[in-house]
């Protein structure tokens, strides 16, 4: 009865209701938005931790503490045998030797400076370059290198087959080769592209006069095994003077961030709450004072003070809960636009470990946290006005025009 009774009465007064529905709708809708930019640079941070970038990756104390990390010297001499020794612990899922060092890549009378990453043919990382690639594909087979249509452009050397890069060797000389272009990609970060290319290990370590490799990138069955892995490996790698940092000390800012963006999500969303609160608490109180007249005499005819209450509460919390899930319903194709496409928002991004483009993501649970507490609100600010319009006495309300 009760429930009918509330129905009705929205229904007898539908602009106050659309406006409740609305204010609803509008918090909920900002609540989604904001929760599906965190949640994106969640997801972000998740690749670039599993699929882009090492869990460990370890290197001699002196790469570290040099001057240039870039200059091809203080390798690990014995990477092949140093990498089979720590894939035989069972915590670890792959082991890649890698080196990366500056070079300059030519054509015509253009030159461009490029960190360089000389990687293994079946490479596991950089899995970005392989859903970015343009034309060829990465990881690629044989000699050759990977560069960014960026890059190419900025070169202008847009339709090149082949570049020639220049580097200095392990010795301090010069060195040249002209390598065919095995893949051209775009990623959503123009500043990764306009300084980062790729080549072979085997044309690199020819080419550096280098043996062994810069670094060696481990893969962990769980990353969150890395402090543990680290400490276990101190007696394999003191011997020959190198260490291992974890991707935490490795992406520690950006671990920082995305605890900042959490907060910063907590604090948009009590704000939107407030707001949202503020306006239908005092819409929901001007629909229970312009029926006091209607309420006095459900009273008169036996209407008890807690069955007053409960129907603005009914009336309330319908509102509320059709407004959250409209919300929900019209923030769910911008995300899912967003999700696919991006919003791009330019360099500013990197500041947040992002590219040019910030990707939106979504959470099931996160969205139905924010429906309850669109929901929660309308019901908050009717508890307010129900007990507010059942102070008076029943004379009171009949008086009140």
């Known amino acids: 009865m009760l429930l009918k009774m509330a129905l009705l009465s929205a229904l007898k007064r539908p602009k106050r209701a659309i406006l409740i529905m609305l204010a609803v709708a509008l918090s909920v809708f900002v609540m989604e938005f904001v929760s599906g930019w965190v949640e994106g640079m969640k997801i972000r941070m998740q690749q670039k931790i599993v699929e882009e970038s090492a869990h460990l990756i370890i290197e001699r104390k002196a790469r570290l503490d040099a001057l240039d990390p870039l200059e091809p010297k203080n390798y690990i001499e014995d990477a092949k045998t140093l990498a089979a020794r720590i894939a035989a612990d069972p915590r670890v899922s792959r082991v890649e030797e890698l080196s990366s060092f500056g070079a300059l890549v030519l054509a ?21 370059i392989g859903r970015g690639a343009r034309t060829g594909g990465f990881p690629f087979k044989g000699a050759g290198i990977a560069i960014s249509q960026k890059a190419l452009d900025l070169i202008g050397a847009g339709g090149a087959r082949s570049l020639i890069v220049l580097v200095e060797d392990s010795s301090g000389a010069p060195q040249y080769r002209e390598l065919p272009v095995a893949c051209v990609f775009q990623t959503d970060d123009s500043q990764f592209d306009s300084s980062t290319a790729f080549m072979d290990r085997a044309t690199a ?6 043996k062994g490799a810069a670094e060696l990138w481990v893969k962990l ?12 490996l101190g007696p394999l790698l003191s011997p020959v003077d190198c260490v291992a940092r974890t991707w935490e000390t490795l992406q520690g800012s950006l671990l920082v961030l995305i605890k900042f963006m959490n907060l910063f999500m907590l604090v948009v969303n009590i704000f939107v709450l407030v707001v949202a609160a503020t306006v239908i608490t005092n819409a929901i109180l001007m629909n229970v004072f312009e029926k006091q007249r209607e309420y006095g005499t459900l009273r008169a005819i036996g209407m008890k003070r807690r069955q007053q209450g409960a129907l603005v509460l009914l009336e309330g919390a319908g509102q509320g809960v059709a407004g959250a899930l409209i919300g929900a319903v019209l923030a769910l194709p911008l995300i899912l636009y967003l999700k696919h ?12 470990g992002a590219g040019d483009v910030m990707y939106f993501g979504m959470n099931a649970l996160s969205t139905l946290r924010n429906v309850c507490f669109g929901a929660l609100i309308a019901v908050v600010g009717s508890l307010y006005a129900a007990l507010a319009g059942t102070r008076g006495s029943v004379v009171d309300a009949l008086k009140n025009s």
Do not use: C, K, W
């Open 221 to 232: 069955a769980r990353p969150d095994d890395a402090p543990a892995v680290a400490a276990s």
């Open 108 to 128: 015509g009378d253009r030159n461009l400076p490029l960190q360089m990453y000389a990687v293994e043919e079946g490479t596991s990382y950089f899995s970005q």
């Open 205 to 210: 370590a020819d080419l550096l006069g280098t």
């Open 341 to 352: 496409h991006g919003l791009p928002i330019g360099e500013a991004s990197h500041v947040i």
